[in-house]
Antibody, heavy 118, light 106 residues
Framework: EVQLVESGGGLVQPGGSLRLSCAAS????????MGWVRQAPGRGLEWVGR??????????EYAASVKARFTVSRDDSKNSLYLQMNSLKTEDTAVYYC?????????WGQGTLVTVSS | DTQMTQSPSTLSASVGDRVTITCRAS??????LAWYQQKPGKAPKLLIY???TLESGVPSRFSGSGSGTEFTLTISSLQPDDFATYYC????????FGGGTKVEIK
């Protein structure tokens, strides 16, 4: 069974940093594109960014709203995905979901809440 | 950037109704479109990919159609478990989601 379990969410002040983690199991992690999608309270879904697999050189892509502030990385030896978030803004407050897929996203974690507030 | 516009934003329907949700892309995305169902407090669930391919385990009352810029999700006979919010998502150029359609009980 595919499982994605996020951790690392919490309360952070504007301008601060936070690192989210996603532990994957039940599939060959290194074969897959992995990424992050977020959802602000009461709002819709917003793609954040992704990392391709080893066969595609682990290249990364980001939404314009987070580019240069957020970094997606992975450690295939640990079956783990990460999201480093810097220079956080109040509008980054959201549930962050870890996802699997190169186009359509066929697996999602349960999400972790990030609150950016003073 | 490719923008995705869903309509309606809210839909009131009864059990047994046929329901159709529309998604429009700001430019052609071929058939690189997915549909998701999300219930309150839960992660989204993939229903359909490549515009019309049903994900494994998804009931056959769900169907998708379209290509280019116009797409539809149809639920042939609405069931109690189907009251939820539905999102379209393009993956022709990065990833972009539509604003969502909430299907509520009439």
């Amino acid at each position: 069974e595919v499982q994605l379990v996020e951790s690392g969410g919490g309360l952070v002040q504007p301008g601060g940093s936070l690192r989210l983690s996603c532990a994957a199991s039940g599939f060959t992690f290194s074969d897959h594109y992995m990424g992050w999608v977020r959802q602000a309270p009461g709002r819709g879904l917003e793609w954040v960014g992704r990392t391709r697999n080893k066969a595609n050189s682990y290249t990364t892509e980001y939404a314009a709203s987070v580019k240069a502030r957020f970094t997606v990385s992975r450690d295939d030896s640990k079956n783990s995905l990460y999201l480093q978030m810097n220079s956080l803004k109040t509008e980054d407050t959201a549930v962050y979901y870890c996802t699997r897929g190169s186009g359509s996203l066929n697996s999602w974690g349960q999400g972790t809440l990030v609150t950016v507030s003073s | 950037d490719t923008q995705m516009t869903q309509s309606p934003s809210t839909l009131s329907a009864s059990v047994g109704d046929r329901v159709t949700i529309t998604c429009r892309a700001s430019q052609s995305i071929s058939n690189y479109l997915a549909w998701y169902q999300q219930k309150p407090g839960k992660a989204p669930k993939l229903l359909i990919y490549k515009a019309s391919t049903l994900e494994s385990g998804v009931p056959s009352r769900f169907s998708g159609s379209g290509s280019g810029t116009e797409f539809t999700l149809t639920i042939s006979s609405l069931q109690p478990d189907d009251f939820a919010t539905y999102y379209c998502q393009q993956y022709n150029n990065y990833l972009t989601f539509g604003g969502g359609t909430k299907v509520e009980i009439k």
